[in-house]
């Protein structure tokens, strides 16, 4: 099993950019998948980002791609999105999970998730 713990939301003016970070305990960061879902009030969950095991491959939400960055540091146990370009419908609680298997853009291969980090995206 591994935990996860999703940090660096906040409120940012359209336009700007935020990093999240989430962070993975135990030893087998590297065996996961992981990615990236977004969740606004009212709606439901979205795919947003995923990156595979090594880094290699990675996959975008058409809603993100060209402003968000996944990456990871399989070093340091953690996984980014950058976010660039913010818009108002970016608005929403972001979680990150890992997945024991292949980098999927369904939120049912995840099995592990973090507690989600709010951001929060003006006009």
């Known amino acids: 099993q591994v935990q996860l713990v999703e940090s660096g939301g906040g409120l940012v003016q359209a336009g700007g950019s935020l990093r999240l970070s989430c962070a993975a305990s135990?030893?087998?960061?590297?065996?996961?998948?992981m990615g990236w879902f977004r969740q606004a009030p009212g709606k439901e969950r979205e795919f947003v980002a995923t990156?595979?095991?090594?880094?290699?491959?990675?996959r975008y939400a058409d809603s993100v791609k060209g402003r968000f960055t996944v990456s990871r540091d399989n070093a340091k146990n953690t996984v980014y999105l950058q976010m660039n370009s913010l818009k108002p419908e970016d608005t929403a609680v972001y979680y990150c999970?890992?997945?024991?298997?292949?980098?999927?853009?369904?939120?049912?291969?995840?099995?592990?998730w973090g507690q989600g980090t709010q951001v929060t995206v003006s006009s």
């Open positions: 135990g030893r087998t960061f590297s065996s996961y998948a």
């Open positions: 999970a890992g997945s024991s298997s292949h980098y999927f853009t369904d939120s049912i291969s995840y099995a592990y």
């Open positions: 990156i595979s095991r090594n880094g290699g491959g990675t």
